[in-house]
C-alpha cells in the first residue's frame, strides 16, 4: 500500500479507495494526517518558531490584501490558566506551551482610514467588513497550524473562547473593534501516539458537481455514523457523530453562552449592519 493509499484510508476509513494523484507530495501527506492534539510536554515553542509560524499565517490569502486579523501569542501560565477556564475549563489550553488567540481585527483598519486617510470608515460599520475580517483570520490560522505540525508539534483549534469573548478580550487588553474567534494550543506532542486521525464524512457528502444536491447526502450520513461510532468506540469516547450534531443545534443551551455573539460583537464595536 502506498503513502497515498495510506493517507486516504485513515482519513475516510479502511474501506475507502481513491486514485491518488500522480503529484502526491508531503503537503497532501501533512494535510491528511492532520489530528487534535490536546497533550503536550513542557518544552516551550523557541521565539524563531514562532516567527515562522506567524510567517506562514501571513501568507495566507487574504481579501485585497487588507489583513484584518492579528494573534496574541500567550505563553504566561497564570494567563492561559485563565483562559482555560474561560474556554470550558479546557485544562489543556493551561498544559500546551503556547497559545494562539486569533482575532478579527478591524481596528487597525479603521485607524488607517480615520487617521491616515482622513475618512470616516463608514463602511466598516457593515456585516461584510466583519465577514472579510472572520475569513482572513480563519485562513491565517489553517496556515499557521499546518506549519506548525510540519515542524512536528502539535495542535488543537479552540472555539469555546468565543463562550465568554468579552472577558477574554479583557484578558488580552484587546482594543475595540477587535474580537477574539478561536485559539489555538501549540506545543511539542505528548503521547502523540494516543491522538488518532479522525475520520471524515464521505466526499459523497461534501462535493457537489454543478449543482448542490441534499437528499442523497442522507445514506453518506448513515454510512459514517456508522464508521465513527467505530472510531469512538476505539477511543473510549461516547457514540453518535448525529447527536453531536443534534446537541450543538438543537437547542439553545447547545451554544454554550454564543448564544449571545451578535451583543458581544456589537459592543466590541462590529456594528453589522
Do not use: C
Not at 494526517?33 to 521565539?47: C, E, G, I, N, Q
Not at 457514540?239 to 443534534?246: H, P
Amino acid at each position: 500500500m502506498t503513502i497515498a493509499d495510506s493517507s486516504y484510508r485513515t482519513r475516510y476509513g479502511s474501506g475507502t479507495a481513491f486514485a491518488p494523484p500522480a503529484a502526491w507530495n508531503d503537503v497532501l501527506a501533512q494535510q491528511l494526517a492532520h489530528r487534535s492534539v490536546r497533550a503536550y510536554r513542557p518544552d516551550p515553542v523557541p521565539d524563531d518558531t514562532l516567527a515562522a509560524l506567524i510567517a506562514a499565517a501571513q501568507s495566507a490569502p487574504t481579501s485585497g490584501n487588507l489583513q484584518l486579523w492579528s494573534v496574541v501569542a500567550v505563553r504566561d501560565e497564570g494567563r492561559r490558566t485563565r483562559l482555560a477556564e474561560l474556554a470550558g475549563e479546557q485544562d489543556f489550553i493551561a498544559q500546551a506551551p503556547l497559545f494562539l488567540v486569533w482575532l478579527a481585527d478591524l481596528a487597525r483598519a479603521r485607524h488607517i482610514t480615520t487617521e491616515i486617510g482622513s475618512a470616516t470608515a463608514e463602511a466598516a460599520d457593515f456585516v461584510e467588513a466583519a465577514l472579510l475580517a472572520f475569513v482572513d483570520v480563519a485562513l491565517a490560522a489553517q496556515n499557521a497550524a499546518l506549519a506548525a505540525e510540519s515542524l512536528g508539534l502539535g495542535t488543537v483549534f479552540v472555539g469555546a473562547i468565543r463562550n465568554r469573548p468579552l472577558d477574554v478580550a479583557a484578558e488580552l487588553g484587546l482594543p475595540p473593534n477587535v474580537f477574539p474567534v478561536f485559539g489555538l494550543t501549540v506545543g511539542h506532542p505528548d503521547r502523540l501516539d494516543e491522538a488518532a486521525v479522525k475520520p471524515r464524512l464521505p466526499q459523497e457528502a461534501v462535493l457537489h458537481h454543478e449543482r448542490y444536491e441534499l437528499e442523497p447526502q442522507e445514506a453518506h450520513v448513515h454510512a459514517y455514523e456508522e464508521a465513527l461510532n467505530a472510531f469512538y468506540a476505539n477511543a473510549g469516547l461516547p457514540a453518535s457523530w448525529v447527536a453531536r450534531v443534534a446537541a450543538r443545534f438543537g437547542t439553545v443551551a447547545g451554544l454554550k453562552g454564543r448564544e449571545h455573539l451578535r451583543e458581544a460583537l456589537q459592543i466590541r464595536g462590529f456594528q453589522l449592519r
